[in-house]
């Protein structure tokens, strides 16, 4: 269902711009260092396509707000603030990422700025939120937990276990569903036969939207709207409609997709349709924007160079954050095997 929303001012369309190419341009470095072969392990998923879902969402947020993502959440984290740097290191499995280079690309998380974690299971973090927002409720802290995860974790009992509770008990949650149109392989259309999302999600008692994710502006608003309810103890569900413009993972090349439909879906293009409303406008013009693509050009190829630069974490930090700081850590099978070979 597509709904109705009070348009923000343009004034903000330029920063949400520059946020989604920053999204995009960081995603397409990341799919470079696979090239590289400077990533950790095979599995990267890229958010291209969906930096309106990001952005739009995330702007509506305060600090001190949480949320979880599921393994395509590069770009949400950036929208909340993180250093690509940082992230980019992560993703190499280097030291200095955000999780000392032991989450990589599908587990990278930072309470500092309320990230209470990605993960790779379909649907797994969608329960944190629940927890977090009891939390908001219990400490009258005022703060939303958002829980984002893709149309393949509808199929996920856990989601309608979460749904219900946090209706329920009437918690400062938002559940987001980012429907790129493709749980793996499968469209969705050929996993549901009612497509409209967000129905469920009223069935519990939440309220609950669809919007179309091709105007980052309509993403905004509807955020806004719900996060501003949720904090009031009416938690709720946000569909946003996009197209995923590559495949599951690196390695896909989505051979269950024709060239036609991906031409077409490409044309569902958020980043592009803020350029084109912000020179209709003449909010910019199209050299300001060419030079401020430019300008994130560098600062995404500054991230690959800083990753490649940085080191990997000693074999000796494997059980760090691992176990209680106060409790001895566990011997390395490699270590106890040379202890033992040296005895001979």
Not at 105 to 133: E, T
Not at 259 to 288: F, H, Y
Not at 296 to 320: N, R
Request: net charge negative; with cysteine; glycine share 12%.
């Amino acid at each position: 269902m597509a709904i109705a929303t009070k348009k923000n001012t343009n004034s903000e369309l330029y920063a949400h711009y520059a946020l989604m190419r920053r999204i995009r341009t960081f995603e397409e470095r990341v799919g470079e260092l696979f090239v590289l072969g400077q990533s950790a392990g095979s599995m990267l998923h890229l958010s291209i396509g969906e930096e309106s879902a990001a952005v739009g969402v995330c702007s509506a947020m305060n600090e001190g707000d949480s949320f979880t993502t599921h393994h395509r959440g590069h770009g949400i984290f950036l929208a909340r603030g993180a250093d690509p740097s940082r992230m980019m290191a992560e993703i190499a499995g280097k030291e200095t990422g955000y999780c000392s280079g032991k989450g990589g690309s599908m587990h990278i998380a930072d309470m500092g700025l309320g990230h209470l974690g990605a993960n790779a299971i379909v649907g797994g973090g969608i329960p944190a939120i629940v927890g977090a927002g009891l939390s908001a409720r219990q400490k009258n802290s005022g703060a939303v937990s958002v829980g984002f995860f893709g149309d393949g974790a509808t199929g996920q009992g856990i989601l309608y276990e979460s749904m219900n509770m946090a209706a329920l008990w009437g918690l400062p949650v938002l559940f987001v569903c980012i429907n790129n149109q493709y749980g793996m392989g499968t469209r969705i259309d050929r996993a549901t036969a009612n497509t409209k999302l967000h129905e469920r999600a009223a069935a519990f008692g939440l309220a609950a939207l669809t919007v179309d994710g091709l105007d980052v502006e309509d993403v905004v608003d509807a955020s806004r709207r719900l996060i501003e309810g949720a904090r009031k103890g009416k938690p709720a569900f946000l569909a946003i409609d996009c197209y995923r413009f590559y495949g599951h993972a690196r390695k896909d090349k989505s051979p269950y997709r024709d060239e036609a439909e991906e031409v077409q879906g490409r044309q569902k293009d958020p980043v592009l349709k803020a350029r084109e409303k912000l020179i209709a406008t003449d909010i910019m013009n199209e050299d300001s924007l060419n030079a401020l693509d430019a300008k994130i050009d560098v600062e995404m190829d500054a991230t690959v160079d800083f990753a490649i630069g940085e080191k990997q974490p000693a074999l000796t930090s494997m059980f760090k954050d691992v176990y209680d700081p106060s409790q001895p850590e566990p011997e390395p099978v490699r270590t106890r095997i040379n202890r033992i070979l040296a005895r001979q």
